[in-house]
DNA sequence: CACGACCTTCACGTATACGTAAACGTTAAT
DNA sequence: ATTAACGTTTACGTATACGTGAAGGTCGTG
């Protein structure tokens, strides 16, 4: 059966709190993201009910990842991505250029904008290797020590 | 313990701000962690200036590693460095003890913490390479889309 | 023993990142 | 057409992680 009216899973986008449930976000963080400019719904409805697109999810998963995994503050998470203003003019200035040229500079800008990332989530891992390592070494003293008390030792290693 | 007249450098222990100006902290924080029970100093003066020893200052460059570089909040770091009351009893027990097996299980204690802590960070590197290979495939696309342009194509890749 | 530079413990102030409620409008199904 | 479920803005409340005095004690050098 067909529905009459266009329903958000045949519109293609959703609403706010199944974009929430979908990311395990809340709407209110979602709103405040938008507040802070790190992304606007691709569309409003007529009631202005705020519609997300695939884009805009795949914002949002990064941007709960930056936040949950990377534990980025949303300010640097705002400066990872840049202001969003830009993001729509570039969007939209892409789609409606014809001119090769133009095209390819709005590309060339993101490339620098991803690469920036990639940087930054890399430096983030080598930080967090530096700690495993430091953390390793206090696991072989324990377990050197652990090995000297079995063998009959003090324990008193190094 | 009564020192007579320490100098923080013969004695072995740094005062507060000596100890902030290594980690580049503040001195607020390093009391705002013992508030939070993530460290106690070592020892007091007789004037009840908090004095730190080497193994504290260890743990409070670990504390800030695990704040600034793994972005782990306060609460999950007193998690991970388990309750200070614990510790201090460890180490003096450790210390105290002369039986074997008490230092053993002292030891073995010790033991199970820090490869809990390796698990945590690997785990957060885990997260972050997860991340990395999203922006790789980002990169990717438009680095495809580029070239496309390059070769005189419209930039309509996928 | 004086004095400046440090330390102590309250205690209130502040930025971030939301939670929560009020007052009201929208959507979709009955 | 009604109504429950959801959305909107606005605004105040709250936990975390400190900053910033105030009021006073301590340290160590002259």
């Known amino acids: 059966m067909v529905l009459t ?13 199944e974009v929430a449930s979908e990311l395990g976000l809340t709407t209110r963080s979602i709103r405040y993201y ?3 400019g790190l ?26 990842g930056l936040r949950d995994d990377a534990g980025f503050s949303l300010a640097e998470i705002s400066q990872l991505l ?10 939209e200035a892409y789609s409606h250029s014809v001119d090769p040229l133009e095209r390819r500079s709005i590309v060339v800008d993101s490339l620098a904008r991803v690469e920036r990332q990639k940087r930054t989530l890399r430096d983030k891992i ?14 072989q003293r324990l377990t050197r020590r652990l090995a000297d008390l079995d063998a009959g030792g003090t324990g008193d290693v190094r």
Chains 1, 2 share one sequence.
């Open 5 to 17: 009216h266009p329903s958000t899973v045949e519109s293609g986008f959703l609403k706010i709190q």
């Open 82 to 91: 840049e202001d969003e203003a830009a993001r729509v003019r570039s969007r």
């Open 34 to 36: 938008e507040e802070l």
């Open 39 to 64: 992304l606007s719904p691709a569309a409003r409805s007529d009631g202005s009910y705020r519609l997300y697109d695939a884009s805009d999810i795949e914002r949002l998963r990064f941007i709960k």
């Open 126 to 139: 080598s930080r967090l290797e530096v700690m495993v390592i430091a953390v390793e070494a206090r696991h």
